[in-house]
């Protein structure tokens, strides 16, 4: 019954969304354009949770619940799952992708042979860019998270392209 | 005959009632609404051993009244669904029908994007997918 849209189309549209924050809405003010990004993410994880969760019986515990994100959740974004998920059982997770999907079309960065000559302030500026367009699937994790009664902060770690990891904090 | 459906949100805010009898009782069908959700809480923080296991979204008739039976039902995102109905001998099976779709319509409304979460529902698609709902229930059942 659902329509569907190609999916260069989606990656179109995220990176148009990051461009145009970063560049137009808030010029400025990064601090500003990530939180609105975040919460733009967050109702899309609202939504997008209440829709998957519709079949299925409901959670016993948060493990089960991030468990979910980590299985049909994930799968229903990104036509896979989580590759490995890591706890200190006292309230975090660690959710690593090994080929985060809206990260493939992004390059990274060639180190030059001698990196002494690359200039320490042009690669921290592509790590802020790259990290802007991990701000949107945070928010869609807090969101679905706390859809479910799980209270949460996502923050993202990109050390290693294109393997991705979402920190998943649980607040007491 | 089913007189009144509601959805009730995680922190038992209305977020629709609507009542299907021509009769002016929308008070004491609200009321009996706002009573069953004592026994929602009730039922999923004290199971019983007889009753549903504990993470079924269907949690079957709630409590009868003198002249309504009503039914609960809990989402994984803490949304109740009651259903009241006059209905003396309505089957189980029609029951959990009614709510999977009335659940498949409540997702279609909450995705809208206009759609404040909290706030109450008021898409005309959604109420008008509730009635054909209401309408259909129980006649596909024989006799």
New interface residues.
Partial sequence: MGREVSESCIDSLLTEMVSTYCNRFYANKPELAARRIEAIGY?VG??L???Y??E?????DHLEAIKFICKDFWSELFKKQIDNLKTNHRGTFVLQDNHFRWLTRMSIDQSPENGASEEPSIMADNKAVQSMHLYFPCGIIRGALS???IPCAVSADISNLPACSFVVRIKA | MIVCVAVVGHQNNPLYIQSFTDADDALKLHHIVHCSLDVVDERVNNPKKSGPPLNETFLGLLYPTENYKVYGYLTNTKVKFILVTTNLDVRDADVRNFFRRFHAAYVDAVSNPFHVPGKKITSRTFAERVSTIVKSFGLSSAG
């Fill in positions: 109702q609202h939504q949770s209440e829709r969760t519709m299925r019986p409901r959670f016993s859809n479910l009664g």
